[in-house]
T-cell receptor, first 111, second 111 residues
Framework: GAGVSQSPSNKVTEKGKDVELRCDPISGHTALYWYRQRLGQGLEFLIY????????KSGLPSDRFSAERTGESVSTLTIQRTQQEDSAVYLC?????????FGEGSRLTVL | AQSVAQPEDQVNVAEGNPLTVKCTYS??????LFWYVQYPNRGLQFLLKYITGDNLVKGSYGFEAEFNKSQTSFHLKKPSALVSDSALYFCAVGNFNKFYFGSGTKLNVKP
């Protein structure tokens, strides 16, 4: 597609359940980022993929969070045993020329 | 530590008046500088960027930004605000494929 696509757009889950969020980057973009945006707050870096290099996981808040990316295509962000504080919008962005292109985000609500 | 500061949580301006949204940063090296806009329940949209060259850069929707190296600032400006400019604005600073975001400034343009 023309832009970064994220799914689901909205996810409501119960505390303790696992969730998977998906990101389809712009074709040809080698870099992919995940950010978290809590209500009324700025962007919190989670993880960065660049081509086939080892990802930069320095922003993942706990070992309940993990992400994968196959080559330069789709990425999935997995949150295990969700907690209420995980409620946020999870934004994915891809890049090829020092400029980030963002998806619409996945809004996660943990009850 | 690398950081980006947007000192104003909110900026209020009357339609037709000039607007300024402030951004300062503390990031090593010669980083790239960006402004993004976020409308309600949407992802971030790119407005403009500074990589090198002229300190005044022009971007989408009539916005411009001025890079000041000595003050490490990159303030966003527009000569005449529109009600439709009301949104959340993020300053971002990129270095070696890491992007640091400010906390965002909510711009309110009143008719």
């Amino acid at each position: 597609g023309a832009g970064v696509s994220q799914s689901p757009s909205n996810k409501v889950t119960e505390k303790g359940k696992d969730v998977e969020l998906r990101c389809d980057p712009i074709s040809g973009h080698t870099a992919l980022y995940w950010y978290r945006q809590r209500l009324g707050q700025g962007l919190e870096f989670l993880i960065y993929f660049q081509g086939n290099s080892a990802p930069d996981k320095s922003g993942l808040p706990s070992d309940r969070f993990s992400a994968e990316r196959t080559g330069e295509s789709v990425s999935t962000l997995t949150i295990q045993r969700t907690q209420q504080e995980d409620s946020a919008v999870y934004l994915c962005a891809s890049s090829s020329t020092r400029e980030l292109f963002f998806g619409e985000g996945s809004r996660l609500t943990v009850l | 530590a690398q950081s980006v500061a947007q000192p104003e949580d909110q900026v209020n301006v009357a339609e037709g008046n000039p607007l300024t949204v402030k951004c300062t940063y503390s990031v090593s090296g010669n980083p790239y500088l960006f402004w993004y806009v976020q409308y309600p329940n949407r992802g971030l949209q790119f407005l403009l960027k500074y990589i090198t060259g002229d300190n005044l850069v022009k971007g989408s929707y009539g916005f411009e930004a001025e890079f000041n190296k000595s003050q490490t600032s990159f303030h966003l400006k527009k000569p005449s605000a529109l009600v439709s400019d009301s949104a959340l604005y993020f300053c971002a600073v990129g270095n070696f494929n890491k992007f640091y975001f400010g906390s965002g400034t909510k711009l309110n343009v009143k008719p």
